[in-house]
């Protein structure tokens, strides 16, 4: 039998680290061809040698999405160098915590430029080549699965513009998602809870600290993964709209 993405073409941002490189390499693993966004190239190309390696097809593209030009170009790119494109998987983000007052103001800058606009502009340029792929062979079916978090569901002191951010992504995802449902473009979101990866690495040292204090039990990567892939498998007349995943032990 077939990979369920077979013959689909998938571009994946932030797939450098964490959950965008546990998805890319999710959904090579289930035939799609991949392109890979993010900054650092040397990680990507790691990526790429790996899905190549078990037999997928991947295409590196360094992108800094905060830059309009360049998030368009990955966009184009993938459809120019691999065909088509059928899933966008919005998942580059920076979380830089701590309170509001006195907070540096280019954190604050650096998550509404790529949480919010980097996301926002990935989403207009892959949106017509997602409704021509929706109206196509093989799937005639296309994804765009949005990453928020817990924190776009329950804002938290000292938090206020990452939650800003995820809130403003589910309520784009949610607008959009009613606007190209009957068109067979899905929009969904996935809201993970606490996750070891890179994230919370760009804090500064004395926020870093009181972050590490509160963290409990962690999920993988992967398991948030699973749950991308679970959403864009599914068959073409069930659409997963959200998933909020957390670890079992993550009570708020
Ligand atoms: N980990 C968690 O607990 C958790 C919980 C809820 C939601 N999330 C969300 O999950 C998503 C992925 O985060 P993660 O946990 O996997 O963290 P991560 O390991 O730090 O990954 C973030 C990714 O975003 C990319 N990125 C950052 N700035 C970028 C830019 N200007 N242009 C292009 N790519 C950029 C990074 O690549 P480069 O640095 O190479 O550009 C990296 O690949 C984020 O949206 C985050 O908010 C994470």
């Known amino acids: 039998m077939k990979p369920a993405l ?19 390499a999710a959904l090579a693993a289930q035939g799609a061809a991949v392109a890979l966004a993010a900054r650092r190239k040397d ?15 991947a ?9 309009q030009q360049q998030a368009t170009e990955a966009v184009e790119r993938t459809v120019a160098e691999l065909g088509r494109l059928d899933t966008l998987v919005n998942n580059a983000g920076v979380m830089l915590l701590g309170p509001a007052v006195g907070a540096p103001l280019p954190e604050w800058q650096q998550m509404v430029e790529l949480n ?12 017509p080549h997602l409704l021509r792929a929706a109206g196509d062979d093989p799937r005639r ?21 990452y939650n800003l951010t995820k809130h403003g ?16 473009v899905r929009v969904s979101l996935v809201e993970p809870g606490a996750t070891a990866t890179e994230l919370v690495d760009q804090n500064r040292p004395e926020v870093l600290e009181s972050i590490r204090s509160q963290f409990g039990q962690q999920m993988q990567a992967e398991d948030i993964a ?26 708020r």
Not at 43 to 57: N, Q, Y
């Open 6 to 24: 077979s013959g689909t073409v998938a571009l994946v941002t932030g797939a450098s680290s964490g959950i965008g490189a546990a998805a890319a």
């Open 43 to 57: 990680r990507l190309d790691t990526l790429a040698a790996d899905i190549r390696d078990r037999g997928g097809t």
């Open 59 to 67: 295409l590196v593209l360094e992108s800094d999405i905060i830059d």
């Open 116 to 127: 919010v606009l980097g996301l926002l502009y990935c989403a207009h340029a892959a949106l």
């Open 141 to 161: 079916v296309a994804d765009m699965v949005n990453i928020s978090s817990v924190a776009g569901r329950v804002a938290r002191s000292g938090s206020g513009v």
């Open 169 to 184: 992504v589910g309520a784009f995802s949610e607008s959009l998602r009613q606007e190209v449902a009957s068109r067979y």
């Open 226 to 251: 699973d749950a991308i892939t679970y959403i864009i498998t599914r068959p073409r007349h069930v659409a997963v709209n959200e998933i909020l995943i957390r670890p079992t032990e993550q009570v």
